[in-house]
């Protein structure tokens, strides 16, 4: 009997000791590593869609200039970080939110009135991040970029075929005490079958278009992944702030 139980646990050592992260090999290390920064690199990619929002959208209003030098001061802070290995990934993930930080403070600074010149805006690092992807260069703050973009771009195209753009417009020019009414008719056109149903839609798209990209398992995806799936999580904040109005 003795000699079985002894027999049992020599056994079982072998595979309590392959348990041991000292005996992990090199690619079972590298893979925990990796899983570990694409988790965080999500995290990070929601933090900087949703919580800026609330962040930037005041500080744009009242300082519109001050907004835009900090732009300058989140490219300067990427490219820092990017000059060290230690370091590259994060730089990268910032200099795709730079794009969006600076795009918000040009357009919410100053043609915030126009809803029409909202998309032409958020699309100015466009240009600098296909040309940067071509290139096989920055794909995790390029790929943030895109994923947020697109999350706009859906938004956006939710106001169109609801009839919510001259409600914008009314907003944009109101007063702080009659910013409530405004809110409560628009409300009234999201909670139509019109509505409900097209938010349905572009909900479905944006989490179909999230879940695809984080099931990649890299870095610039899960950014990309992370930027998509906060545009629900906003859209959403937002549409409770207005019933709160």
Excluded at 6 to 33: C, D, G, K, Q
Excluded at 125 to 135: E, M, V
Excluded at 200 to 228: D, E, P, R
Aim: some cysteine; proline content about 5%.
């Amino acid at each position: 009997m003795i000699n079985q139980t002894l027999t049992s646990l020599n056994t079982a050592r072998p595979n309590l000791e392959e348990e041991n992260p000292r005996n992990l090999s090199p690619s079972s290390i590298a893979h925990r590593i990796g899983t570990r920064q694409n988790l965080l690199v999500f995290a990070a990619a929601v933090f900087l869609v949703s919580v800026p929002v609330f962040i930037e959208a005041p500080l744009v209003r009242s300082l519109p200039s001050l907004s835009l030098a900090i732009a300058g001061l989140w490219f300067w802070l990427s490219l820092t970080l990017m000059s060290r290995p230690q370091t590259y990934l994060w730089g990268d993930l910032l200099l795709g939110f730079s794009w969006s930080w600076l795009a918000g403070s040009i357009y919410w600074g100053w043609l915030r009135w126009e809803p029409l010149w909202h998309l032409p805006v958020e699309s100015i690092g466009l240009p600098f991040a296909i040309w940067c992807l071509l290139r096989n260069w920055g794909k995790v703050g390029n790929w943030f970029y895109l994923g947020s973009l697109f999350g706009t771009v859906l938004t956006d195209v939710y106001f169109y075929l609801v009839d919510l753009m001259p409600y914008w417009r009314q907003l944009m020019m109101a007063e702080v005490g009659e910013t409530s009414q405004i809110l409560k008719n628009a409300l009234t056109l999201v909670q139509t079958p019109w509505g409900q149903a097209w938010a349905v839609i572009l909900t479905l798209i944006l989490m179909s278009m999230g879940i695809v990209a984080l099931a990649n398992k890299q870095h610039h995806w899960y950014a990309f992944g992370g930027a998509v799936l906060s545009t629900i999580l906003v859209d959403s904040l937002f549409l409770l702030l207005a019933a709160i109005a």
